[in-house]
Structure formats: C-alpha cells, structure tokens
C-alpha cells in the first residue's frame, strides 16, 4: 500500500492506475427522498467514513474500509465491521483534515477512476461547503465524482468529465461555477441554454435551469463546474448489500 499525505492534488502515476469504481459513505442526512443509484453498477470498494459507518448499515451496504478518528462511529457497528473482514483505518482526534477528507485520499490511492459519495450535507453548512469543495478538488485531479447529499444529488463536470442524465420535464438543476471561473459551458436539454459561454463564481445565472424532458448534457471546457438538484426518488445500491 503506497502511503502518501492527505493531499487531493496528488494523482497516482499513470503506470500504477488501475481503474476504480469507489463508493464513499460519510456522515450526514440521509434525506426524505433518499439515494438515487439506480443508474450505478456494483462498487470495486466501498470506503465509511467515521460515522458514515452507520449511514452504510442503515441502507444495507457493508464497507470494506472504515477510516476517521471514530469519534463518531458507533462502536458497535465498528466492531461489526471489523467481524465482517474490514479494514478499520484509524487516525488520531487532532488531525488536519476531516474524515471525509480522508476517505477521498484513500479513494484515490486505491486507484479510483469513479467516485460516488453518499452523505455529507448534514445541518451545518460549514461541512457541506467544505464538502463540496473537496468535491470539487477530487474531480479536479481527473476523477469522475458524483454526490448523494442528503436530498441533492450533486455531480462535478471537469472538461474531461462532461454531465450527462435523463431528467423529466420541468427538473430544477443549477450549474455553479467552483474554486473559479468555467469557461466555454455548452448545455443540451435545458430551457435556459447556454453555448460557449463562462460562468463565473460572482453570479448567479446558473441557478435554477430547467430540465425539458430527455437527456441533459453539460460540457465545459475549463474550470470545475457543480450541476445540483433535487433527488426525486430512492433506489437500491447494487453490491456489498448486507445479505437479509
């Protein structure tokens, strides 16, 4: 296992990658719609942060790593895991990054070409900016990243990434520039288009789209672009259920 520090610039060399579909869950609201995964295959590891540990077992997935400093995992379930075969990756209480900080570095040393996130709204929005931006500087090292958060699902389109999802007429969904301006977004499928044109962190043009029913596509050509909406219904996730 290669040990490197937390720091989500740094990308594995090209020789070492072996592509990846990761799942991290970390701690946060689950959400009255729940988690729309209908469109995910099975996860080649499934990484809790911290008390994301309970989030997983509450919607029956079963990690293969639990990292964090566990101070908000409940022990139970950590020892549940541990008789389950999983890696219990502790770190001290006094640390430099968050929890799910350090999923997204383990994800990411694993080889992780694909992640998708479950949790990490909460009720405080210091963690879910945190959140987002973390987001955000994962995909900016050439990952694929999607978010279940609480009641949003949240998807991060790079240049070498592009969005692209089959949403029912009248969808709300907002394109929110990040850590930047986005230069050169061209859209397909919304009401309110956009051809080659920037949005920039200062305003707020991006909020509010409207999906026209069919596939919606979102291509930029540079910086980090977040596409938000709201989830409208709940699937189960495929692989590492826990078995009834």
Known sequence: MLHQPSNLNWVMPAEEVVKKRILVLTGGDQGAGGFDLAAAVAYDLVIAADSGLDLAESIGIRPD??????????PDAVERARAHGAE??????GKDHTDFELALERAMRE?????????????RPDH???NLALLAATAGAGLGVTADMGDWRVSVVTASHPYREELPAAELLSLLAIGGDVLGITTEGLLYPLREEPLTMSTSR???????????????????????????????????????
């Open 111 to 123: 080889g992780a070409s694909e992640i998708c996130v479950i949790g990490g709204a909460g009720g």
């Open 206 to 244: 991006g909020v509010s789209n409207v999906a026209q029913g069919g596939v919606v596509r979102v291509e930029i050509q540079s910086g980090t672009l977040l596409v938000m909406r709201r989830q409208q219904r709940r699937s189960d996730v495929p692989g590492h259920a826990i078995a009834p």
């Open 128 to 130: 879910w900016l945190s």
């Open 88 to 93: 219990v990756d502790s770190h001290p209480a």
């Open 65 to 74: 790593v639990v990292v964090g400093d566990l101070d908000s995992a409940s």
